[in-house]
């Protein structure tokens, strides 16, 4: 007797569910509120780390020139050059080490976390913000703080690699870390004053 088996079910690999993927950034997103005041806490000990750092270390090697990322209004190729050549080599292992790969490294995605959390706990204060759907925040939270982000790395990468390689420094190359410096404070204003926007709004309407 021949015993017939049934036959395989033919399997169909799932594809991404980019909506189930988005649902889940969103709801990540609108969670961050919560967290508000940790994150701004982690924010501000990483960046006071970094200023002493700045202060008590990095401009005893360059002699006394600060650093290319404190130069909120850029500086000329010819500034870039003259606190390259007072690092030298090892004063530039040294930043690119203790700054760029290490405390730079986290401290953008952790600044734009923060920001994010403030946007949407200030913003839920007011009214026209509460009502809008939980996605449009988010987006909304995003679109403010994601700009600065990216100009942020871009200029860490743009410095960085002078600071690898000197030979790569000139004219053209600092010119364009020198924008981006700019580019980075300039976009990261942006979401500053959002927040402290919608703050004194919240501020009003509590009065």
């Given amino acids: 007797?021949?015993?017939?088996?049934?036959?395989?079910?033919?399997?169909?690999?799932?594809?991404?569910?980019?909506?189930?993927?988005?649902?889940n950034l969103t709801a990540t997103v609108l969670r961050l509120p919560r967290h508000a005041a940790a994150l701004c806490f982690l924010s501000a000990a990483?960046?006071?780390?970094?200023?002493?750092?700045?202060?008590?270390?990095?401009?005893?090697?360059?002699?006394?020139?600060?650093?290319?990322?404190?130069?909120?209004?850029?500086?000329?190729?010819?500034?870039?050059?003259?606190?390259?050549?007072?690092?030298?080599?090892?004063?530039?292992?040294?930043?690119?080490?203790?700054?760029?790969?290490?405390?730079?490294?986290?401290?953008?995605?952790?600044?734009?976390?923060?920001?994010?959390?403030?946007?949407?706990?200030?913003?839920?204060?007011?009214?026209?913000?509460?009502?809008?759907?939980?996605?449009?925040?988010?987006i909304l939270a995003l679109v403010l703080v994601l700009p600065y982000t990216l100009a942020d790395y871009a200029q860490n990468i743009a410095v960085a690699r002078l600071l690898s390689d000197f030979l790569s420094a000139n004219p053209d190359s600092l010119s364009f870390a020198s924008a981006l410096i700019v580019t980075k404070f300039a976009l990261l204003a942006i979401p500053v004053v959002i927040i402290a926007a919608f703050w004194l709004m919240g501020q009003k309407r509590q009065a």
């Avoid at 169909?12 to 189930?20: K, L, N, Q, R, V």
């Avoid at 500034?79 to 790969?101: D, N």
């Avoid at 994010?116 to 449009?136: D, E, H, Q, Y």
């Fill in 46 to 138: 990483v960046f006071i780390a970094m200023t002493v750092l700045e202060f008590l270390y990095f401009r005893q090697l360059s002699g006394g020139l600060p650093s290319l990322d404190m130069r909120y209004f850029g500086f000329t190729p010819d500034e870039g050059m003259a606190w390259l050549t007072a690092l030298g080599r090892r004063g530039g292992e040294i930043i690119l080490v203790w700054h760029y790969l290490t405390f730079d490294l986290l401290f953008p995605a952790l600044l734009s976390l923060t920001l994010v959390s403030l946007i949407l706990a200030t913003g839920r204060r007011l009214k026209n913000f509460r009502v809008l759907p939980p996605r449009v925040q988010s």
């Fill in 1 to 23: 007797m021949t015993s017939r088996l049934p036959a395989k079910a033919r399997t169909i690999p799932a594809e991404p569910d980019s909506s189930g993927l988005w649902r």
